[in-house]
């Protein structure tokens, strides 16, 4: 079996065909599912994410790729990863677009998630043939196919001169939608969104903001179900603080004073429920 | 003329009895010579010797002396023949009757006085079970000797003072045995976890490491108080029984570590080595086989600063003692077993730079780079790890400024109050399984001790999927939530003890 | 020793000197003599006594002014060595079953042959 099609197949992604100089030939592992490449969303970071980045993405990406939007993104360490792990944690459906020949993984040391989204019927793609080394210049041209495959892009942290910046200019340049995640003012990982909300990127502020783009209304937000479950004393004031700030056991303990055990035990179950969830040691309300 | 003195060897914890032969020969050239595989320390007791016997203002015979030490198959080692060799050369010159029923110990100085020498414990442990009712050892090392019930301990200053007691011109009082009492308390560790501001969970992690015996993973930025924590843990551990000291005493007996006049070791150990420690510092061994750190911090702590700056090889070593709380050190010549159980407190950065997720300074680190240091830690040893902890950076003015907190925190004499009552319930627990605490429970203890309620297990099955616990990590839930049930007196794991127990489950990925 | 013949018999000389003065100082001090310039197989030993009851084999060394060196340093392990094998070698031969040491009598002259100093190590092996 040849994994590749050519422009002329009818198979190959219409949206693709529009931009300037859309690839001869894609090259792919999994399978080729063409119900794949109707609603997809490129959503790209910078490699160096911080602790924000790894959060927001993980929200944004779970909330938008369970409601069927197919992520695509570039494979690299930092956010990309973030993403497509993201998209598979949510049992959504997710697309890598290699930088270098179909037949390696790169980075080497993601090979867990590359089959982790093979087997999850996402999709390998890439341009380039057999094991043609990644280099300085393939990676623009991936991030063009990463643009060109998606109806709207996304960043999610981006440093003054971040490569996703290239993805987002190359978004706008095909008439695409692009979004931007807002992040720290203070923050060099956020230098680079901050500018494209200033020259006019849509901002996001939670998935509904993106989901629109695609259609999508009346998405959950899954807070809201909360307020209906029936909760302890200490579980009300334990979301009741942890609305506020998210907090750390000790701190939890200190507030409220009760010993940490006792906030410990609450906050397992309460995490295993799933209302709330952890991020290095600082606890969230889902 | 033929005169024997008993003397002792040890080789580890072992001892065995060694007999000093003298001969003074009545014809030939004068000499001095030491047979019976001396090594160089033994060898060298002849200049010892013989200058501490003239400096005695004693006449130094002038005949053919050969000395035997039989057996003479075993390699001899070590200064504490030279006591036996003198006392030889001393009754065949003077025809001192020797006293029955006694062993000889020690190293002499050049000025004819006896020095603190190491083992002297062992020796007298060693003369109880066979029965040997007398042992002169040097006055320094008296007391370590005289822990030992029924063995008159001779404490001996100097050669001139053991002759003239020979002679009968003196008498010598045997030293005063010194009783082991379960109820010492124990010295006052460093820190008082009173002292610890914030940093709540980890002292709980703490509380709970120390009454099942827990081994603790501490990961936290430098300066957040790790070192802090391991070092109030010791004070709020249970203080030694008598069998334990005793045990402890021996090891730090066996390698020199007790000091001149010192007796019983009475205080837990706490060990600290540096991470550029060899293989050897930290498991002991060499030619003539050492305690390591492990074993000197038996029935105490162990304390590994900067765990993943640890060598590979170093770490694995660990192994062997952390599963079986002793070590078998061979070498060519001998095998020497050494109990090693420890409670092993390891603290790492949680990346190269060690400030990720600080609030303030910011971590210069890849996520590529944390995780490659994450990895370092090898797989095998975590497995060995029950608690896991963060231990987060604390504004301490910050919390220093609220004197309400500070009133109230719980001094470590409350804390271990709690511990002790929690050993004790294991030790009944385990009274027919020949453990001690939960952390050394095997699987078969887990499914005699620990039955789970459906409740129970439900939970952990539902944390197995959301948290990817290991099959190992599974039981050490199962442990730790059994050290918070018999915190909490209860005689069943529930769900919030289970809940708790989640709150340590490793959060570094571990590989299967 | 490659030396010219008239340095050799001076030295000799000079031991025969050393060994007269040391036989004189321990026949008074009680010494009885029995050999002089003993020679077995292998070497000589210079003199051997009985003090009181016990056979003393002497090794004498003797020189000329200090600026060279000590008598006393010219024995060394190895010479001592020698000494034990050659007194066990007379021992053996004589078979005698007296108690035994060795001793060293060291002798300085001046330029003029006179005696500087002389001094007796008794029992120098053990």
């Known amino acids: 079996m040849k994994n590749i099609v050519e422009i002329s197949d009818p198979k190959y992604p219409s949206l693709l065909k529009k931009i300037d100089q859309p690839p001869e030939k894609l090259y792919y592992k999994g399978n080729w599912n063409a119900a794949l490449f109707e609603k997809c969303l490129a959503v790209v970071g910078s490699r160096k994410m911080t602790s924000y980045g790894r959060q927001i993405t993980a929200k944004l990406v779970s909330e938008i790729a369970a409601e069927g939007i197919t992520i695509v993104s570039g494979f690299m360490y930092g956010i990309d990863a973030a993403a497509h792990k993201a998209a598979l944690a949510a049992g959504g459906k997710t697309i890598a677009v290699m930088p270098c020949g179909i037949d390696l993984i790169h980075p080497e040391y993601q090979a867990d998630l590359y089959k982790e989204i093979l087997k999850n019927d996402g999709l390998i793609i890439s341009e380039f043939e057999g094991a043609f080394p990644p280099a300085l210049w393939t990676y623009p041209r991936r991030n063009r196919i990463v643009a060109g495959l998606s109806l709207a892009a996304m960043v999610i942290e981006a440093g003054q001169k971040s490569g996703s910046l290239i993805t987002a200019g190359l978004a706008e340049k095909y008439k695409r939608k692009l979004f931007a995640v807002p992040g720290q003012l203070t923050s060099t990982q956020s230098k680079g969104t901050l500018r494209l909300i200033k020259a006019g990127a849509s901002i996001v502020t939670c998935a509904q903001d993106v989901l629109a783009a695609y259609g999508i209304s009346n998405h959950k937000i899954p807070g809201e179900k909360l307020r209906s479950l029936n909760l302890n004393k200490l579980e009300r004031n334990i979301v009741e603080k942890l609305q506020q700030e998210p907090m750390r056991i000790d701190a939890l303990s200190r507030l409220l004073e009760v010993t940490a055990s006792e906030i410990g035990t609450s906050v397992s179950l309460m995490q295993l429920k799933g209302f709330l969830f952890e991020e290095e040691g600082k606890y969230y309300v889902n | 003329m033929l005169i024997k003195v008993s003397s002792a060897s040890n080789s580890g914890l072992q001892t065995i009895a060694i007999d000093v032969e003298i001969n003074v020969a009545g014809k030939g050239l004068p000499a001095f010579e030491i047979i019976g595989l001396p090594n160089k320390a033994v060898d060298e007791s002849r200049d010892r010797v013989k200058t501490a016997i003239i400096n005695s203002h004693i006449q130094f015979p002038s005949r053919r002396i050969t000395i035997n030490l039989a057996p003479a198959d075993i390699p001899k080692e070590g200064s504490f023949y030279d006591l036996p060799i003198a006392v030889g050369i001393l009754a065949s010159v003077?025809?001192?009757?020797?006293?029955?029923?006694?062993?000889?110990?020690?190293?002499?100085?050049?000025?004819?006085?006896?020095?603190?020498?190491?083992?002297?414990?062992?020796?007298?442990?060693?003369?109880?079970?066979?029965?040997?009712?007398?042992i002169f050892v040097p006055k320094a090392s008296a007391n370590e000797a005289a822990i030992v019930k029924g063995v008159n301990v001779y404490p001996i200053e100097s050669l001139n003072q053991l002759s003239s007691y020979f002679s009968g011109e003196i008498d010598l009082q045997p030293a005063k045995y010194i009783?082991?009492?379960?109820?010492?308390?124990?010295?006052?560790?460093?820190?008082?976890?009173?002292?610890?501001?914030?940093?709540?969970?980890?002292?709980?992690?703490?509380?709970?490491?120390?009454?099942?015996?827990?081994?603790?993973?501490?990961?936290?930025?430098?300066?957040?108080?790790?070192?802090?924590?391991?070092?109030?843990?010791?004070?709020?551990?249970?203080?030694?029984?008598?069998?334990?000291?005793?045990?402890?005493?021996?090891?730090?007996?066996?390698?020199?570590?007790?000091?001149?006049?010192?007796?019983?070791?009475?205080?837990?150990?706490?060990?600290?080595?540096?991470?550029?420690?060899?293989?050897?510092?930290?498991?002991?061994?060499?030619?003539?086989?050492?305690?390591?750190?492990?074993?000197?911090?038996?029935?105490?702590?162990?304390?590994?600063?900067?765990?993943?700056?640890?060598?590979?090889?170093?770490?694995?070593?660990?192994?062997?003692?952390?599963?079986?709380?002793?070590?078998?050190?061979?070498?060519?010549?001998?095998?020497?077993?050494?109990?090693?159980?420890?409670?092993?407190?390891?603290?790492?950065?949680?990346?190269?730079?060690?400030?990720?997720?600080?609030?303030?300074?910011?971590?210069?680190?890849?996520?590529?780079?944390?995780?490659?240091?994450?990895?370092?830690?090898?797989?095998?040893?975590?497995?060995?790890?029950?608690?896991?902890?963060?231990?987060?950076?604390?504004?301490?003015?910050?919390?220093?400024?609220?004197?309400?907190?500070?009133?109230?925190?719980?001094?470590?004499?409350?804390?271990?109050?709690r511990v002790i009552r929690a050993r004790e319930t294991q030790k009944n627990r385990f009274f027919d399984d020949g453990i001690h605490t939960n952390a050394e429970m095997k699987n078969k203890h887990i499914k005699k001790h620990c039955p789970l309620s459906k409740e129970v297990r439900h939970l952990l099955q539902q944390a197995g999927m959301n948290f990817q616990l290991s099959a190992r990590s599974y039981y050490k839930m199962i442990k730790v939530a059994r050290t918070i049930a018999d915190l909490d007196d209860s005689r069943d794991i529930t769900v919030s003890h289970m809940a708790e127990a989640l709150q340590y489950r490793p959060r570094v990925q571990e590989r299967e | 020793m490659k030396t010219s013949n008239g340095v050799k018999t001076k030295n000799l000389e000079t031991g025969y000197m050393g060994e007269a003065i040391a036989k004189k100082y321990l026949e008074d001090n009680g010494y009885r003599v029995v050999e002089l310039n003993y020679r077995t197989k292998y070497a000589e030993i210079d003199l051997i006594a009985y003090d009181k009851d016990v056979l003393v084999f002497i090794e004498v060394r003797t020189k000329i002014g200090e600026q060279f060196g000590t008598p006393e340093e010219t024995i060394n392990k190895n010479k001592i060595s020698r000494l034990i094998r050659n007194a066990e070698a007379y021992i053996a031969i004589k078979n005698c079953q007296k108690e035994c040491r060795i001793d060293a009598f060291c002798v300085v002259l001046d330029k003029n042959r006179k005696v500087e100093r002389r001094n007796h190590y008794k029992n120098i092996t053990l």
Request: aromatic fraction near 6%; glycine fraction near 8%.
């Open chain 2, 179 to 417: 009783e082991a009492k379960d109820d010492w308390m124990n010295a006052q560790a460093e820190f008082d976890m009173a002292e610890i501001l914030g940093q709540e969970q980890a002292k709980r992690a703490a509380e709970i490491s120390a009454s099942g015996g827990h081994n603790l993973f501490l990961v936290g930025t430098p300066g957040s108080g790790k070192t802090m924590l391991a070092r109030a843990l010791a004070g709020i551990l249970p203080s030694l029984s008598e069998k334990e000291s005793l045990e402890v005493t021996k090891i730090y007996s066996a390698s020199g570590r007790i000091p001149p006049e010192g007796s019983l070791v009475k205080t837990r150990p706490f060990r600290a080595p540096h991470h550029t420690i060899s293989r050897v510092g930290l498991i002991g061994g060499s030619t003539k086989p050492q305690p390591g750190e492990v074993s000197l911090s038996h029935r105490g702590i162990l304390f590994l600063d900067e765990f993943s700056e640890f060598p590979r090889s170093v770490l694995e070593a660990l192994r062997q003692p952390l599963e079986d709380g002793s070590l078998t050190i061979s070498r060519s010549r001998e095998r020497v077993t050494y109990p090693s159980r420890f409670v092993l407190i390891a603290s790492a950065n949680p990346c190269p730079c060690g400030y990720l997720h600080h609030p303030k300074k910011p971590c210069l680190c890849t996520s590529r780079e944390v995780e490659k240091y994450r990895k370092r830690v090898s797989g095998p040893i975590l497995d060995r790890i029950d608690l896991h902890i963060d231990v987060p950076v604390v504004d301490i003015k910050e919390l220093a400024k609220d004197r309400r907190l500070k009133d109230e925190l719980e001094p470590s004499a409350i804390i271990r109050g």
């Open chain 2, 94 to 134: 003077v025809g001192y009757q020797l006293p029955e029923e006694s062993l000889f110990f020690g190293e002499l100085s050049l000025d004819g006085t006896l020095r603190h020498t190491r083992g002297a414990l062992l020796l007298s442990l060693f003369a109880k079970e066979k029965g040997i009712k007398n």
